[in-house]
């Protein structure tokens, strides 16, 4: 895999997840990616980024335009510091929630992108990377 | 503070909601429909989508909030002129919006509700029927 663009955005308070949202999309569309997958990745990414805030405090985003074999697609990460996850494969299913949210966050966001991965260590943070390719299903 | 502005028409609300929603400025939202519906007695409240490109789990919610206390209220909740591929991946994401009418744009929404009213007043005249 080749990285044909990398930046850093910082997420502290609600108002820069706009900002984030809105620069997933120039890059997005940037690379061609159909409006419905552009969709799908600004969810996905909307619904880790309010779990960063509301879980880890706060922290870093990449935003990446990458390639694979050609096809360039858009790989995402978002780093926090917070008190992790303890139990990953408990917080991946459906209507799980420690909040008072839906449960639909992590297995929602797997669901709408392409490549999905997640390391979690209690007391160190949580890292999540997602890709989304530019035609991928 | 930034707000979303509520317009008044007859009996119902009108709400479009045309910049992208943080979190924060979605509860509030939340909170001033219900606290309208209240004030001005209104049997409807219509929510355009049509200017908001992603619908996540906490809009979601916030939506079937507002339908399902609208409800409590007396009033029905028509959110319309979703766009096709926030429908899509709504769905995707598992998210059924249930509870909340739905309608394709402004017209047909509001058609909608004018209809929910009728139904109404005609329960209620039956109603008086009967006693008679």
């Known amino acids: 895999m080749i990285v044909l663009s990398k930046e850093k955005l910082p997420i502290q308070k609600e108002q820069d997840v706009i900002l984030f949202r809105n620069r997933i999309k120039e890059v997005a569309t940037k690379i061609g990616m159909s409006l419905v997958n552009q969709t799908k990745l600004m969810t996905a990414a909307s619904e880790l980024v309010r779990n960063m805030l509301r879980y880890g405090g706060g922290g870093i985003t990449h935003i990446e335009v990458v390639s694979r074999n050609s096809i360039p697609g858009v790989r995402l990460s978002f780093i926090d510091q917070g008190p992790g996850i303890a139990d990953i494969s408990l917080a991946m299913k459906d209507g799980y929630s420690t909040g008072k949210s839906l449960g639909l966050g992590l297995p929602g966001a797997k669901r709408l992108v392409n490549e999905f991965d997640i ?13 989304r390719w530019k035609n991928g299903l | 503070m930034d707000r979303i502005p509520i317009l008044k028409m007859g009996p119902f609300l009108l709400v479009t909601i045309q910049v992208d929603l943080y979190d924060r400025l979605a509860l509030t939202l939340e909170n001033d429909l219900i606290n309208m519906v209240s004030k001005t007695e209104a049997k409807g409240v219509l929510i355009d989508i049509s200017a908001v490109s992603i619908v996540d789990s906490f809009m979601g919610r916030i939506l079937g909030n507002i339908a399902s206390m609208s409800k409590i209220m007396d009033a029905a909740t028509v959110v319309v002129g979703m766009q096709p591929a926030v429908a899509i991946t709504l769905v995707e994401l598992g998210l059924t919006l249930s509870g909340v009418h739905t309608a394709l744009d402004v017209e047909q929404g509001m058609e909608l509700l004018r209809t929910k009213i009728g139904q109404q007043d005609a329960d209620e005249e039956g109603l008086y029927d009967s006693f008679i």
């Open chain 1, 119 to 131: 390391k979690s260590e209690p007391g160190k943070g949580t890292t999540i990377t997602i890709i």
